[in-house]
């Protein structure tokens, strides 16, 4: 079945719900009722998997994206398009106040309720997203954009899995540091396609 444009970016911003949801249960709980970090095998595999949504619902929006892209896009779409990509750009730049050491790769961790309204905005730009008028052409800039941020999403989840063969075969775990990279990356590769949808 050939998922339409709305389908797949009404199905990326329902991804993003779950995973707004996830982390803010998961702060909750942390906060209510705080206990020692124990790495349990399967817990952690299950929190992987739930934290993973977001970068494959951003992925989904590119597939979506890949043979329709607004031609036309309304006042209120363009402002929230600006505002979002002002809103992650500043993110990288404050991203000293909220490291340990900007010298290694080390997890980006901003305020929990920035994280959060940048998520809800991102859910109201992906339904927004869906209602634009779209064309059947889109550039090969664009298509390079999209396979760039696609593949920064994605590459997080490939050493993942790679670690997780090597964990299940070989009984170590590789250090490929997929989950600081991911901390990254979810901020980075939206930063490529909002800013085309600006020309």
């Not at 309204?117 to 390079?144: D, R």
Request: charged share 10%; net charge positive; proline share 7%.
């Amino acid at each position: 079945m050939k998922l339409s444009f709305k389908t797949t970016t009404r199905i990326a911003a329902i991804g993003m719900i779950i995973y707004t949801l996830f982390i803010v249960t998961l702060f909750l709980i942390r906060h209510i009722d705080p206990t020692p970090y124990h790495f349990i095998l399967w817990e952690d595999i299950c929190v992987r998997l739930m934290l993973n949504i977001l970068p494959l619902s951003l992925i989904i929006a590119g597939i979506g994206l890949w043979k329709e892209k607004p031609a036309t896009v309304s006042k209120p779409f363009r402002i929230l398009t600006i505002s979002l990509l002002a809103a992650l750009g500043g993110t990288l730049i404050l991203s000293p106040f909220y490291v340990h050491s900007i010298l290694g790769i080390t997890p980006i961790f901003p305020p929990f309720i920035w994280r959060v309204i940048l998520c809800v905005a991102s859910i109201v730009w992906l339904f927004m997203l869906g209602n634009q008028t779209t064309e059947k052409t889109p550039s090969l800039s664009f298509h390079v954009m999209l396979i760039i941020a696609m593949a920064l999403l994605a590459l997080p989840i490939v050493l993942e899995i790679i670690s997780g063969i090597n964990l299940l075969f070989n009984h170590s775990i590789l250090g490929l540091r997929s989950g600081v990279l991911q901390t990254w990356l979810k901020y980075i590769a939206p930063l490529l396609p909002l800013a085309h949808f600006l020309r």
